[in-house]
């Protein structure tokens, strides 16, 4: 899960499969319980650092030189053949305004800076719903996402 809409569209997919986990009553049944509750662990302790992460994004300041630098290395761009810069002044300039950006603490930190990336890979790049949902998932807009990720905990 990495925005609010996917969380959104896993929650919808759930209710209509009427149910996220199933285990089957058979010999081995709590074996089977035990396997899930290491599965939730294991999910919420991924959760809890996650959410970890993104608050020492938030606690981090970016100001607008720290912005560029990051959004070079994201899109790998090279400002002196202007490789990329096209994305990297997209995206400068949608990160005030990218959703969850106008929240008291979030401007001018890591956090926003991330939020701006991931607003505009998962609404603005691509040419279609249906590009954008394959690459975001699949494709290259999850290696941006990663490397975003990666390179955002570097700064804080």
């Given at each position: 899960?990495?925005?609010?809409?996917?969380?959104?569209?896993?929650?919808?997919?759930?209710?209509?499969?009427?149910?996220?986990?199933?285990?089957?009553?058979?010999?081995?049944?709590?074996?089977?319980?035990?396997?899930?509750?290491?599965?939730?662990?294991?999910?919420?302790?991924?959760?809890?650092i996650?959410?970890?992460?993104?608050r020492?994004?938030?606690?981090?300041?970016?100001?607008?030189?720290?912005?560029?630098?990051?959004?070079?290395?994201?899109?790998?761009?090279?400002?002196?053949?202007?490789?990329?810069?096209?994305?990297?002044?997209?995206?400068?300039?949608?990160?005030?305004?990218?959703?969850?950006?106008?929240?008291?603490?979030?401007?001018?930190?890591?956090?926003?800076?991330?939020?701006g990336?991931?607003?505009?890979?998962?609404?603005?790049?691509?040419?279609?719903?249906?590009?954008?949902?394959?690459?975001?998932?699949?494709?290259?807009?999850?290696?941006?996402?990663?490397?975003?990720?990666?390179?955002?905990?570097?700064?804080?």
């Amino acid at each position: 899960v990495v925005c609010m809409n996917t969380v959104k569209m896993a929650i919808a997919d759930a209710s209509r499969r009427k149910g996220l986990i199933k285990v089957r009553h058979t010999t081995k049944l709590q074996e089977a319980i035990n396997a899930v509750r290491n599965f939730i662990d294991l999910t919420k302790r991924s959760f809890d650092i996650s959410m970890e992460q993104y608050r020492s994004m938030v606690k981090t300041k970016l100001p607008i030189e720290g912005l560029e630098n990051y959004l070079v290395e994201v899109f790998e761009a090279d400002p002196q053949e202007g490789k990329n810069m096209r994305m990297v002044n997209k995206v400068k300039d949608l990160v005030p305004t990218a959703p969850g950006n106008d929240i008291l603490g979030v401007p001018g930190t890591v956090w926003g800076a991330y939020q701006g990336i991931t607003y505009f890979l998962d609404h603005e790049r691509g040419h279609s719903v249906d590009t954008r949902l394959e690459s975001s998932w699949f494709g290259n807009s999850a290696k941006v996402r990663d490397r975003a990720h990666r390179l955002a905990l570097e700064l804080v």
